[in-house]
């Protein structure tokens, strides 16, 4: 992974339903407001995207991707990584998922972006800090 943010949160949901959110790729744009549009582009046996096509809007990082999904590790770990994109060069993210008891999960959120522009690292690293935030934070609300 190219160097990387992270932040983590507790959620107050079982480790299970967490996971079955971060697993329905094709439902972000419901919940995650930087996500605008997803196209799965394959799924595996589960029916899990395995590549989707998604459309970004981060503040300042406007992008259209085609990340590649990692189920290796779910549910404690769902992981992506970049195929094709516009701007970025790298995106390389994953949620790690850990219950702390039967209904509360840790949920850390590492995201490590590249651009084919030439970006200060320390921009590309607030931009990455701001995204993982909104997203915890959006991906909290959806158990309250």
């Known amino acids: 992974m190219s160097e990387s943010t992270s932040a983590s949160v507790e959620v107050e949901a079982p480790l299970e339903?967490?996971?079955?959110?971060?697993?329905?790729?094709?439902?972000?744009?419901?919940?995650?407001?930087?996500i605008k549009k997803v196209e799965i582009d394959e799924s595996d046996s589960q029916g899990r995207a395995i590549k989707a096509t998604v459309s970004i809007d981060a503040g300042v990082m406007k992008d259209r991707a085609t990340l590649i999904y990692d189920w290796s590790a779910a549910p404690a770990e769902i992981s992506f990584?970049?195929?094709?994109?516009d701007l970025m060069t790298t995106m390389d993210g994953k949620y790690t998922l850990k219950a702390i008891d039967a209904d509360t999960t840790l949920v850390t959120y590492t995201l490590g972006v590249e651009l084919?522009?030439?970006?200060?690292?320390?921009?590309?690293?607030k931009t990455e800090k701001s995204t993982i935030d909104q997203a915890l934070k959006e991906l909290q609300a959806q158990f309250e």
């Open 17 to 34: 339903e967490v996971a079955a959110t971060l697993s329905n790729i094709a439902g972000y744009p419901t919940w995650l407001s930087s």
């Open 81 to 85: 990584s970049l195929d094709e994109a």
């Open 116 to 125: 084919s522009l030439p970006v200060p690292r320390m921009m590309i690293a």
